[in-house]
């Protein structure tokens, strides 16, 4: 985590009081694992970019129960400085209100406020990053329709259209930072520009790969980056361009 440390919540509730964007004065003050709840999802968004999960929230502030989580966060809600979305698994989002008790700038809660807004991209497949692999068709393997990864729209660095991931089978893009198990997020194109890395189909043979594209007049050249492996050259004829990497995520262990 960063070595941020938000403010006392009494703290920030006479800042609130002074600027007449607090709490009623009814209310009780939020109990310690409140607090604790509350600091821990800003800190998170601070290093992640996206607000963490209900099983991360309870496993850092020593909660076991799912159940003590969703009611801690409920009554966060209730108070005015949380906002959920149900039907995503991070659907969680500080209000301003919030986030001027942490003292942030009033001219970035906007923008800080869309950052942390999340967006499913369908997980279509798999890709190859080797050998070319056969898949009968010009189309990635469909997975489960319930498959799908989950970021926040400032990790995207065109969060318009329509995205896809796939994840990466192989070792032949090591040197591009993109390792087997990885996924890459893929926005659909038909073009390419040199030494962009893209997905593609090869017709002879019904095969997909992913790599770096090179048009070399009568032939594309589909480099690896891997200097244990050979470029492919082939046909510019038998070369179908599905799509470009935009993003990689690193799976770890």
């Known amino acids: 985590m960063s070595d941020f440390c938000a403010p006392d919540y009494q703290t920030a509730l006479v800042r609130y009081r002074s600027k007449g964007l607090g709490l009623m004065k009814t209310q009780k003050p939020l109990?310690?694992?409140?607090?604790?709840?509350?600091?821990?999802?800003?800190?998170?968004?601070?290093?992640?970019?996206?607000?963490?999960?209900?099983?991360?929230?309870?496993?850092?502030?020593?909660?076991?129960?799912?159940?003590?989580?969703?009611?801690?966060?409920?009554?966060?809600k209730e108070r005015g400085l949380l906002e959920r979305d149900a039907e995503v698994s991070r659907g969680l989002r500080l209000t301003e209100r919030a986030m001027e008790a942490y003292d942030t700038v009033s001219s970035t809660i906007a923008s800080v406020v869309e950052s942390v807004r999340m967006v499913k991209v369908p997980l279509l497949g798999n890709i190859v990053a080797g050998e070319p692999i056969e898949v009968g068709n010009s189309d990635f393997s469909t997975f489960d329709?319930?498959?799908?990864?989950?970021?926040?729209?400032?990790?995207?660095?065109?969060?318009?259209?329509?995205?896809?991931?796939?994840?990466?089978?192989?070792?032949?893009?090591?040197?591009?930072?993109?390792?087997?198990?990885?996924?890459?997020?893929?926005?659909?194109?038909?073009?390419?520009?040199?030494?962009?890395?893209?997905?593609?189909?090869?017709?002879?043979?019904?095969?997909?790969?992913?790599?770096?594209?090179?048009?070399?007049?009568?032939?594309?050249?589909?480099?690896?980056?891997?200097?244990?492996?050979?470029?492919?050259?082939?046909?510019?004829?038998?070369?179908?361009?599905?799509?470009?990497?935009?993003?990689?995520l690193r799976q770890t262990a």
């Open 31 to 76: 109990s310690k694992r409140q607090q604790s709840i509350l600091d821990y999802i800003w800190d998170y968004i601070q290093d992640s970019g996206r607000p963490p999960t209900i099983r991360e929230i309870g496993a850092a502030v020593k909660i076991s129960s799912t159940s003590v989580v969703n009611y801690n966060l409920t009554k966060l």
């Open 145 to 248: 329709e319930d498959d799908a990864i989950e970021l926040s729209v400032n990790m995207l660095p065109d969060a318009k259209g329509n995205l896809y991931a796939l994840k990466v089978s192989g070792d032949s893009m090591i040197d591009a930072m993109v390792n087997d198990g990885d996924i890459v997020i893929m926005r659909p194109q038909a073009t390419a520009r040199n030494g962009e890395m893209v997905a593609v189909w090869l017709s002879p043979g019904d095969t997909t790969t992913l790599k770096h594209f090179y048009h070399e007049g009568s032939r594309i050249r589909l480099q690896p980056a891997n200097p244990t492996m050979e470029p492919i050259y082939v046909d510019p004829a038998e070369v179908t361009v599905q799509g470009k990497v935009m993003m990689v």
